[in-house]
T-cell receptor
Framework: EDQVTQSPEALRLQEGESSSLNCSYT??????LFWYRQDPGKGPEFLFT???AGEEKEKERLKATLTKKESFLHITAPKPEDSATYLC?????????????FGEGTQLTVNP | GAGVSQSPSNKVTEKGKDVELRCDPI?????LYWYRQRLGQGLEFLIY????????KSGLPSDRFSAERTGESVSTLTIQRTQQEDSAVYLC?????????FGSGTRLTVV
């Protein structure tokens, strides 16, 4: 069974204070690891897909990296508008088939 | 359409009533998924459609839950005899290859 664990559960930063969110996973045959952002009352919004260890992707102040056991979402010089819940998910090729298995998320608050 | 559309956006129902939740996926997306998100929790898989067949419905929590899909279009999630523990946001997503696009969800409150 695929499993995803995210840490910390909540993170409070000052504007400009860089940090990282962690996503540890176990999966049978990784097809992709996904990062989503979710704002209150809205559905998750796609950020990144990573397919293999060593891969990195960047978008504005966000950078996602992947190893064989975990992924990090690095936030550089965050702004208050980066406040949201960040979700990590994996798509495996085993029993889970096509479904994504999600972690419980990290709730990020960036104070001005 | 441009995105995944879900309706209604909010639904309040009395315990024991049946409810239907609707999802319009992105045109051309063959795969459609339903997830449930309880307050403060992660996303819980319910069912997956490929076209109008459901190869994985292992996440449906009980026989009160059912879903259908018309071709590669609209899907309906039906919850019969609703219970208070069914209160949650029900999210629909569609996909063509890898990764999903989510709708904004239906917030269901059972009173």
């Amino acid at each position: 069974e695929d499993q995803v664990t995210q840490s910390p559960e909540a993170l409070r930063l000052q504007e400009g204070e860089s940090s990282s969110l962690n996503c540890s996973y176990t999966v049978s045959g990784l097809r992709g690891l996904f990062w989503y952002r979710q704002d209150p009352g809205k559905g998750p919004e796609f950020l990144f897909t990573l397919y293999s260890a060593g891969e990195e992707k960047e978008k504005e102040r966000l950078k996602a990296t992947l190893t064989k056991k975990e992924s990090f979402l690095h936030i550089t010089a965050p702004k208050p508008e980066d406040s949201a819940t960040y979700l990590c998910a994996v798509q495996g090729g085993g029993y889970s088939g096509s479904r994504l298995t999600f972690g419980e998320g990290t709730q990020l608050t960036v104070n001005p | 359409g441009a995105g995944v559309s879900q309706s209604p956006s909010n639904k309040v129902t009395e315990k024991g009533k049946d409810v239907e939740l609707r999802c319009d996926p992105i045109s051309g997306h063959t795969a459609l998924y339903w997830y449930r998100q309880r307050l403060g929790q992660g996303l819980e898989f319910l069912i997956y459609f490929q076209g109008n067949s459901a190869p994985d419905k292992s996440g449906l929590p009980s026989d009160r839950f059912s879903a259908e899909r018309t071709g590669e279009s609209v899907s309906t999630l039906t919850i019969q005899r609703t219970q208070q523990e069914d209160s949650a946001v029900y999210l629909c997503a569609s996909s063509l290859f890898v990764g999903y696009t989510f709708g904004s969800g239906t917030r269901l409150t059972v009173v």
